[in-house]
């Protein structure tokens, strides 16, 4: 699939929220100071920027030139991550790493075919580890009136094969019946605010409603979001609680 997130670099770097200090202290910990790290779909550095101040080194990939290109100019002065351009069918082709972290992205890959590279490619205690939402993340406080306008515009999910959006399947499920079903989840919270240009950015940060995916469509999709979040929310404030998984897979001892 190609550009999923067109035009959506800056917003998702500004709006998107990262995974707390928790969580990123959890992965170093887990990985160890001198590991040197895959970050597989890493969009503009969310993982690979804070991670790569606790480790050795962070290889950070993305097929989209425009996310990695945020993430350099994010990452100006940490100079132990390498940005790639390529995907999750280039893994041969990639940098040896001891550890491989997924950030949101696990869920547009075929999952399987992934973990049964990464059997291959990884050393004998090399971990993979998810970091995002968990298994029920709720839903947003803004998202009944975004959903009303997202139907407006005829704005519907992107989906990829034996991805989770096309299978329904949970990473946990995925990861149960794979070499690396070994699973120690731990989950942190945090409560965030957001006012009216958060909730919109985050809107264009998303593969449904990116940018490119809008065309000229994008100030009057701007405008319909305005209009729908302040007639819901006339305060144009939001709270959430915002819940991240860490989810470390090890393979299973036989």
């Not at 928790?22 to 895959?38: K, M, R, W």
């Not at 947003?140 to 329904?168: C, H, I, K």
């Not at 399947?169 to 942190?188: C, G, I, K, Q």
Request: proline share 7%.
């Amino acid at each position: 699939m190609t550009d999923l997130f067109g035009g959506a670099a800056p917003y998702y770097a500004r709006y998107r929220a990262g995974h707390g200090d928790q969580a990123i202290e959890h992965l170093a910990t887990t990985f160890g100071p001198d590991s040197s790290v895959l970050d597989l779909g890493c969009g503009p550095g969310t993982v690979a920027i804070p991670l790569a101040r606790h480790i050795r080194e962070v290889t950070a990939v993305d097929p989209d030139e425009e996310m990695l290109a945020e993430g350099r100019r994010l990452a100006a002065e940490v100079p132990n991550i390498r940005w790639l351009r390529g995907d999750s069918t280039m893994l041969r082709t990639l940098p040896a790493f001891d550890h491989v972290v997924m950030g949101r992205s696990f869920h547009w890959m075929d999952r399987r075919t992934v973990l049964a590279e990464l059997d291959e490619l990884l050393p004998p205690d090399g971990v993979v580890a998810l970091v995002g939402p968990g298994r029920d993340p709720g839903e947003d406080p803004w998202e009944p009136a975004m959903r009303r306008v997202r139907a407006e515009f005829g704005l519907g999910p992107m989906r990829a094969t034996n991805s989770y959006q096309a299978t329904g399947e949970h990473h946990h499920d995925v990861l149960a019946t794979s070499p690396f079903r070994d699973l120690r989840s731990t989950m942190y919270e945090r409560r965030l605010a957001y006012d009216l240009d958060d909730v919109i950015g985050l809107q264009l940060s998303y593969s449904f409603s990116a940018p490119a995916r809008l065309g000229d469509r994008l100030e009057a999709f701007t405008d319909a979001a305005r209009k729908a979040l302040l007639a819901s929310n006339p305060s144009g404030r939001w709270e959430r609680v915002e819940a991240t998984e860490v989810l470390i897979a090890r393979r299973a001892l036989a």
